[in-house]
Every structure is written in structure tokens, then in C-alpha cells.
């Protein structure tokens, strides 16, 4: 039976054979455009299955790298862990509701090894295309500087004169600055220290004729052994991102990635960098 409310309504007008299979054709592409029922731009929430993807035993733990001061250090008084990374690694346990266990390694290359092996949930990470073999990253928190130091008379005096035959370059083994300059010096010499921190030691004792490494711990060090100098500008832009091991469920990365895109936006970011006095760090874009 036909309700009265409608039976006085014009009926339907068929479209022409041309129209509807236009129509088909664009159905798919609205759907698309539509994107999934949680969109992209949505914030980080911690539900049940994404604790479960992010802290499968119960418990968050994170590798902290010590070996990037821009990032992590410990209090030489009280041995306490601070900076940005575990700011950022605290936060996300008190998010998630579970306990964090912060597990200190002395090089980038270590802690790639431990999120790798499984031996931690999340870490803190230079972007590289060598790590991404094993950790699955979010976009850039922090956006830092790769820079090289020499003696006061050494003849350098700008970064592309470093690449030159005979000439030896200290890096940190593992760093984000090994593995780019692996791929981009042709004519140097680099000589690999066992940790980033070493690295101007290292050139030091040994002689050698370029230190590199993130710019804040050269200028550090460059305080602390006097002599030397920084060349201008950098030879890099590190981004450093947080990582899952690879081979987690797709919500981890997600999540993580939800969870960096909100700390970003919120301004938690730029108040750790200043709460921990980092000069020549900034906050990266959102992606």
C-alpha cells in the first residue's frame, strides 16, 4: 500500500543510460574520498586494542639513546634519565595507562638493535632508510642539524671541502650521521668511534681532521677541549622520529603516529625542547 504522505510525489526521474553509468563510475570515487570511518587526522586514543599493539606484555618499554644529547641524558648527581625522548616515552605510558620501563643504550646503532630484536616496544630513532628495514617509523618530532668541527688551524673552512682525499672524518658508529655520510662521502676516510659522545675525543687523540656529529654535542665538546672550531652551516637535517619493531600489528605504527602528530600540535613538543634548554633543535611540521 502506498502512504498517503507520499502518493502525490512526482515519480522518480530515470536518468539517461549515459548519466547512470557516469553515476557507477563515480561511486567508487566519493567512497574513496569518504576514507575509513576513523579518519587520518583523528587524535591518539588509547583503546584497548591499541595497548595491546603498543605494550603487549603490560608494559611500555622503550629504548632511550643516550648517545644523542639533543634527545636523552642522565643526571650525573641523581642517574635519573631526562630529555625530550623520555618526556615523550612517559607521556605515552600515562596515556596507555601502563608501566614504563625505560631501557638506556649508549648509541643510535644499539638501540636500532634492541626495537629491532624485540627487546623494547618503542624508540626513538634518526630517520634512515637503513633502519627502516626493521622499525617502522612515525613522521619527524624534532628536526636537528648534522654539522662537522675541525681544529682552529686546520685550512677547512667550509663543509664541502671536507670530501677530499687523505682526509679522515670521526663519526659516531651507528649515528645517523654514519649511515648518511657512508653513502655520500666518496674521498675521505671515515673512522667510526664506538659511540656519538667519543667522536671528538677520538678525533682529538688520534689526530684526525674532521669531527661530525649532531651540532649541540660538538659545541659542547668544543667547550670542554678548546682549540677547535665549528665550519659553518651543516652537512645534514636529522629527523628524529619515534619506531615500533617492524612486523607489529598496523595499529601500532598508527597509534604512534597519532600519538607524535598530537604531542606536536599540542605544543608538548616545544615545551619539553625548552624545558631542557635545547638551542638549534626544532619542532618538526606536521606530516
Not at 5 to 33: E, I, V
Not at 42 to 57: M, N, R, V
Not at 230 to 237: D, E, K, N, S, Y
Amino acid at each position: 500500500m502506498t502512504s498517503p504522505r507520499f502518493a502525490s510525489l512526482p515519480p522518480f526521474p530515470r536518468l539517461p543510460d549515459r548519466r547512470l553509468a557516469t553515476a557507477a563510475l563515480l561511486l567508487p570515487l566519493l567512497a574513496a574520498c569518504a576514507g575509513p570511518s576513523t579518519p587520518r587526522g583523528a587524535g591518539f586514543q588509547a583503546t584497548p586494542e591499541a595497548i595491546a599493539a603498543l605494550a603487549p606484555t603490560g608494559r611500555l618499554r622503550a629504548s632511550i639513546n643516550l648517545g644523542n644529547p639533543v634527545l636523552a641524558g642522565r643526571d650525573k648527581a641523581s642517574g635519573e634519565l631526562s630529555g625530550v625522548s623520555v618526556d615523550l616515552a612517559r607521556e605515552l605510558a600515562r596515556r596507555l595507562g601502563v608501566p614504563l620501563d625505560l631501557l638506556a643504550v649508549d648509541s643510535a646503532g644499539r638501540s636500532v638493535e634492541v626495537v629491532r630484536g624485540g627487546g623494547a616496544d618503542i624508540g626513538f630513532f634518526a630517520i634512515d632508510p637503513l633502519r627502516g628495514e626493521g622499525v617502522d617509523f612515525t613522521a619527524a618530532y624534532v628536526v636537528i642539524e648534522g654539522a662537522y668541527l675541525v681544529r682552529n688551524d686546520s685550512p677547512l673552512i667550509a663543509n664541502d671541502q671536507v670530501d677530499r682525499e687523505g682526509r679522515t672524518v670521526a663519526v659516531g658508529k651507528g649515528s645517523a650521521y654514519d649511515l648518511f655520510l657512508t653513502r655520500e662521502i666518496k674521498r675521505a676516510t671515515l673512522v667510526r668511534t664506538p659511540t656519538s659522545p667519543m667522536v671528538v675525543d677520538q678525533f682529538m687523540s688520534q689526530r684526525l681532521d674532521v669531527a661530525a656529529g649532531v651540532r649541540q654535542q660538538l659545541e659542547a665538546d668544543a667547550r670542554r677541549v678548546g682549540g677547535v672550531r665549528l665550519l659553518p652551516g651543516r652537512f645534514m637535517v636529522i629527523e628524529q622520529a619515534m619506531g615500533v619493531p617492524a612486523g607489529r600489528p598496523p595499529l601500532a605504527r598508527e597509534a604512534l603516529r597519532r600519538y607524535v602528530e598530537e604531542m606536536k600540535a599540542s605544543g608538548f613538543v616545544a615545551r619539553a625542547l625548552e624545558r631542557h634548554r635545547i638551542d638549534g633543535a626544532q619542532v618538526a611540521p606536521p606530516a
